[in-house]
Structures are given as C-alpha cells and as structure tokens.
C-alpha cells in the first residue's frame, strides 16, 4: 500500500509541475516480397507531439528569462528550443519519402498558440501541395490554452490561442472540409482514402474551458464510432484510427503511474473499439514511441504510439499496407540544420545529452522534494530512473543484467523506498516490437 501511495503521489505532483496475437504477429522477411506491388499498396507517415514553437515568440537571452527557465525545467523532455528546426527538417524528409497520406496526431503548437498553428499549417500545407494527403486530430495542448505565452525580456507574455471551431478552419483541408462523416459532439470525423479504406479521427480531448491533460472520449462520440463502424464493416471497408491519447498500457502499471497518458476509462473505451472492429490506433501524447497489443473478449487491436519529434530520440512512422499486411518502421531525426545547433554540435549527440542533462534535473529535484528521499538515496537511484525513463521514450526497452543488478543493490542498500518499483515498470515493456512490426490487418 506505501508503494501504490508513492506511485499516486508521483503522478501528482509531476504533472502539477509539467506533462498481438501469435497469429497476427509476422516474422521479419529477409525482402520487402510480402507487401508486393499492387493497386492495394498505400504508404502513410505518423507524426505527432510536433509542440511547435516558433523562434519569433522565444527569448532573445533565455539565461535572463525566468519564465522561460521554469518553462525549460518543467517541460524537462522538450527540446523547446528546437523545435522549429526538427519540423523543418521533418517535412523536408516527409517531401523525399512522398507518403500517400501522413497522420498528425495532435499537440501541433506547442501550447496552443494561433501563431505557432499558422505556421504549422502552411508547412503541412506544403506535404499537401506535394500529394501528400495530410491528416490531423486536436490533442490537449492545442485548443484553449492557458499557457499560449510570448516569452521576452525577463518574463513572458499571454497570447491568442485557439477555439475547437477555429482548429477545424485552420485545418480544414487536413480532414474536416472533405470529410465523410462529422461527429456532432467532438471533433472526430471520418475521411474516405478509397472506397475500402476509411481513417478515423477520434478527438478525445478535453477543452472546456480550458485544455485538460487527460483526455476522455464521451458517450456520445463513443456511439457515433459504433455506428460508422457498423457500417464499415457491413461494407468491408477497413478503418484505421488516431487519436492524442494512449488507449491501453504501454509498460506495467502505467495507469497507476501516469494515468494521464491514457484516455480516461481506457480499459471499457478499448474494448468497445475492439468489438466495433477496430485493430489499429495511432496515438501519441506520452511521448514515447511504443506499440502495445490489446485484447478483449476474443478481438485484439494495437496502440501504435509514436514519440514526440521534440524528445529524443525524435522519431516518425512509416507504415505500408498491402493486401492483409501492414508493415510498421519507425525513422528518425538524426540532424538539422547547422546553423541551429549550439556550437556546431551533432544533432544526435546534443539531443542525448540535453534529455540526460534535462532528466537529470528534473529528477534530482523530484526525488528529494517529491519523494522526500535523503540525497544520497536519491544521487543513487537518479541515473537509474533517468536511464529507464529514456529507454521508455525510445522503445524496445531491455533492462541488461549489469544494470538490473545495481538496482537489486540499491533495492537491499535502501529497502523502504518506492523508486525501484518505478523503474522495474519503465523497463516492463509489453508486447509486441516498438521499432518494427509486421502484422496481419484482417
């Protein structure tokens, strides 16, 4: 009981501060011959969690800005900095891929700022413009908040941010202006890709009156997908889904530790999905780039959850469906422009060393005045949280037995703590592959 009261007390107080089945499962073929050429093939790019911030509403000193540094330390896995130049460069890389679709799913300003929407707009425009059908769904930072700020001088300014009415006009030719179907109560709608494939949105953020950090899909919206599904499935149209928020589990006891990562209710939301016929959902939010299998009452379908482009290891998906098959890869940002990076240094090499840096921080921090641990108990499980919190952003997370045997010292060292409970669940990664994946669709 002491451990689930620690684990409680965790998920508080940071985000008072912050943010398959053995059938459907596919061994890795030595070529790309299972997803052969056909009419059927159709290439899709994930992006999510963009949290772009323009470098116009950035302080000319950040050393001199204290709100920016409170920014800074609370958004602690957040390149904030760079976040323009990792989009500019993603778009570019988008540009040379030439997927036939690409899916954002929400967190597109990095706190909702019109500014920052009007900007991302015109680049996705761009993808569009290029034949790129491009998508998006809202998520919890987009739409009336609270925290859109100019930062300059030594503190910060509010600014314009968004209403839901106005995210569907400034996106309206990313989904809403040709939708096949609009939902009444949210922003979920339905977009016909071809005549068997439909993409669902689901909009399962909470934004009234302001931005929530969790997310809940509401009664009525959950209705509205039954009844499409329905007729989906008469028809035999496959559908795939994105929405912000997590809808199941991505490591042991992740509702227990950050139950905000997930949509509210998800364990009845997910199986209601499920028995609708839904077997794929891209989602975001978390921040880190995870795939989970669900199961309910004999359906099984997948959260495939894709990092944020600001948190290393700054990934993005391609998936390619042909026939039955879908084929999951994950590529990432491994460079931008020069001129935006301090001193000249490798894109990789900076942002490894900024989240250890930013992690490091925060937990130092966290763990003396959160977990009221004496400081040499928190000095020594630090690198430990910290390392299982960033294998947790990358994915396909293995805990190797050095590592695991310093924990298992430090657990007899200082018995009576919660910390190594936290870790052994980052590290618990559930089924199936994170990086790669190929899977049956039906």
């Not at 130049?85 to 993603?90: C, D, E, G, R």
């Not at 939902?183 to 068997?196: A, E, G, Q």
């Amino acid at each position: 009981m002491k451990t689930k009261s620690y684990l409680l007390a965790f998920v508080s107080m940071i985000f008072l501060i912050v943010s398959c089945t053995e059938m459907d499962l596919l061994p890795e073929p030595e070529s790309d011959l299972v997803l052969k050429s056909s009419s059927s093939k159709l290439k899709v790019a994930v992006i999510t969690d963009i949290h772009y911030m323009d470098h116009s509403l950035l302080p000319e000193n950040p050393e001199e800005n204290a709100d920016f540094q409170y920014l800074l330390f609370t958004s602690y896995n957040k390149m904030i900095e760079l976040s323009e130049p990792i989009f500019l460069k993603t778009v570019s890389e988008l540009k040379n891929e030439k997927p036939d679709v690409l899916l954002v799913t929400g967190d597109l300003a990095f706190n909702g700022e019109k500014v920052n929407h009007e900007i991302v707009k015109t680049k996705l425009q761009e993808l569009s413009n290029a034949g790129t059908q491009v998508l998006v769904i809202p998520g919890n930072n987009d739409i009336n908040s609270p925290d859109a700020k100019l930062y300059e001088g030594t503190g910060s300014t509010p600014i314009s941010n968004i209403t839901p009415e106005e995210f569907a006009t400034i996106y309206g030719d990313f989904g809403y202006n040709e939708a096949l179907y609009k939902d009444d109560h949210s922003l979920s709608y339905i977009f016909k890709l071809r005549d068997d494939l439909w993409i669902l949105g689901i909009d399962a953020c909470i934004y009234a009156p302001t931005n929530e950090r969790n997310g809940e899909i509401n009664i009525n919206t959950l209705s509205w997908i039954q009844e499409k599904m329905a007729e989906a499935n008469e028809n035999g149209i496959t559908v795939l889904a994105m929405m912000h928020f997590g809808i199941g589990e991505h490591y042991k006891d992740q509702r227990i530790l950050l139950p905000t990562d997930l949509v509210n209710n998800f364990d009845i939301v997910s199986t209601s999905l499920m028995e609708a016929g839904i077997r794929f959902v891209f989602t975001g939010h978390s921040h880190a780039n995870d795939i989970v299998e669900l199961n309910a009452n004999g359906n099984s379908m997948y959260d495939i959850e894709t990092g944020s482009l600001i948190t290393p290891l700054s990934p993005y998906r391609i998936v390619t469906l042909n026939d039955n098959f879908i084929k999951i890869e994950t590529k990432r940002i491994t460079s931008i422009d020069s001129k935006a990076m301090p001193k000249g240094e490798s894109f990789i090499v900076y942002s490894d060393s900024y989240l250890v840096e930013h992690l490091d921080l925060f937990f130092s921090w966290y763990l003396v005045y959160g977990f009221k641990l004496p400081s040499s108990m928190a000095e020594a499980y630090l690198p430990y949280l910290r390392n299982s919190m960033m294998a947790q952003f990358a994915g396909d997370e293995q805990l190797l037995p050095p590592e695991e045997r310093k924990i298992e010292e430090l657990k007899e060292m200082f018995p009576e703590n919660p910390v190594e409970s936290i870790i052994k669940n980052l590290w618990n990664d559930l089924p199936p592959a994170d990086d790669k994946l190929y899977l049956k669709i039906k």
